[in-house]
Nanobody, 125 residues
Framework: QVQLVESGGGLVQAGGSLRLSCTAS????????MGWFRQAPGKEREIVAV????????VYADSVRGRFTISRDDAKNTVYLQMNSLKPEDTAAYYC??????????????????WGQGTQVTVSS
């Protein structure tokens, strides 16, 4: 059974930093794109950042580019999201996701087959 487990969320003041981690079990994703998405109350789930196999390419939402960094450690089957200069509008549940198809790159939530349970990030002003 494949599982993605996120950690690292919490409450932080505006301008602060958090580092999210997502560890996969049940299969490896070294040949797969992985990403972070977020969903605020009353809003649709949106892309935050995606990283391709081997970390060769990354894509960021315009709202987080320059503040957030996605990375991966395939030896640990883990993907990270370093979040700096956090803003209140970054408040949301953050979800890790993995594409089940090898060597496919997508920024669409519908393309991702495996999802974590989510971790809450709250940024106070």
């Amino acid at each position: 059974q494949v599982q993605l487990v996120e950690s690292g969320g919490g409450l932080v003041q505006a301008g602060g930093s958090l580092r999210l981690s997502c560890t996969a079990s049940g299969r490896t994703f070294s040949s797969n794109s992985m990403g972070w998405f977020r969903q605020a109350p009353g809003k649709e789930r949106e892309i935050v950042a995606v990283i391709t196999w081997g970390g060769g390419n990354t894509v960021y939402a315009d709202s987080v580019r320059g503040r957030f960094t996605i990375s991966r450690d395939d030896a640990k089957n883990t993907v990270y999201l370093q979040m700096n200069s956090l803003k209140p509008e970054d408040t949301a549940a953050y979800y890790c996701a993995a594409d089940g198809s090898n060597y496919v790159f997508s920024i669409k939530t519908s393309e991702y087959d495996y999802w974590g349970q989510g971790t809450q990030v709250t940024v106070s002003s």
